[in-house]
């Protein structure tokens, strides 16, 4: 009798654990940043993956899924959301707009310079499409939107947050 309580007590501890760890899993993921240059300022995420529902300042997860010299196709990102669909995004090397709201963002400078980029190339004014995101970086070393484009919803892993 003694031994069917153990394995009782075994099997409910092991489905205690078992059934909300398989649900953890299934929902959410822990990412390190993918570069040695970071775009971010944290150094651990958790990105919930059924969570889509991206507003402007959300951390976002997405699938890089551009023609680019610098990062390979299929790549993982975590970036912030600059705008959303409808939103007017007006930048320059020096700053960035939307809807005629400064954006609390460095400057690109630095990586218009590393690159060997002309930097009058780098003034533009337009509106996100539908199902598309504008995406920006934090830190001097970002490499985003402003020169690859916006990031289209369907490639949207889900909403992340900075752990630490």
């Known amino acids: 009798m003694n031994r069917l309580k153990e394995v009782v007590k075994v099997g409910v501890l092991f489905a205690g654990l078992y059934f909300p760890t398989t649900a953890f899993i299934d929902r959410f993921t822990i990412s390190l940043p993918t570069t040695d240059s970071q775009c971010l300022k944290a150094t651990l995420y ?11 300042g959300d951390l976002v997860a997405f699938k890089f899924n551009k023609e680019d010299s610098i990062f390979e196709k299929g790549r993982n990102f975590i970036k912030i959301t600059g705008a959303l669909p409808g939103d007017t995004v007006q930048y320059s090397p020096y700053e960035i707009k939307v809807n005629d709201s400064q954006l609390d963002i460095i400057n690109m400078l630095h990586v218009i310079n590393f690159l060997n980029l002309e930097q009058r190339d ?5 509106e996100i499409q539908k199902d598309e995101l504008f995406v920006v970086g934090e830190t001097m070393y970002s490499y985003d939107s402003r020169f690859w484009g916006t990031v289209n919803k369907s490639d949207v892993i889900g909403k992340a947050y900075a752990i630490f």
């Not at 780098?122 to 337009?126: E, I, N």
């Open 46 to 56: 958790l990105i919930d993956k059924k969570d889509k529902n991206i507003k402007q």
């Open 122 to 126: 780098f003034y533009k004014k337009f």
